[in-house]
Nanobody, 125 residues
Framework: VQLQASGGGLVQAGGSLRLSCVAS????????MGWFRQAPGKEREFVAA????????YYTSSVMGRFTISRDNAKNTVYLQMNSLKPEDTAVYYC???????????????????WGQGTLVTVSS
């Protein structure tokens, strides 16, 4: 599975962006998907995850109520809708995929087998 993330850009605080991650291959619908981000000088951190069926959604506390993860298996695409953006949301955002169950470890990078190249989100104050 290869992943291609897009949708990043420069936005003012309070604005919105929608990130997309398109997957190649026929098994996308069987993969659980996640979004991570990495700010300059910081470690990569979990943002959100969605199970293959979209029945289970997970968010880090700092984005809950502002970000929404979703997927369209017919289009092999996972989305991250980001609203009410803050300067601290500035980072390179990565999508990732795994067949491992997300129940207990959805926020750990090692769980994910496939990673996209990242898309830069910059939020100005």
């Amino acid at each position: 599975v290869q992943l291609q993330a897009s949708g990043g850009g420069l936005v003012q605080a309070g604005g919105s962006l929608r990130l997309s991650c398109v997957a190649s291959g026929r098994t996308f619908s069987r993969h659980n998907m996640g979004w991570f981000r990495q700010a300059p000088g910081k470690e990569r951190e979990f943002v959100a995850a969605i199970s293959w069926s979209a029945d289970n959604l997970y968010y880090t506390s700092s984005v809950m109520g502002r970000f929404t993860i979703s997927r369209d298996n017919a289009k092999n695409t996972v989305y991250l809708q980001m609203n009410s953006l803050k300067p601290e949301d500035t980072a390179v955002y990565y999508c990732a995929g795994t067949k491992t169950s997300l129940t207990a470890s959805y926020d750990y990078t090692y769980v994910y087998d496939y990673w996209g190249q990242g898309t830069l989100v910059t939020v100005s104050s």
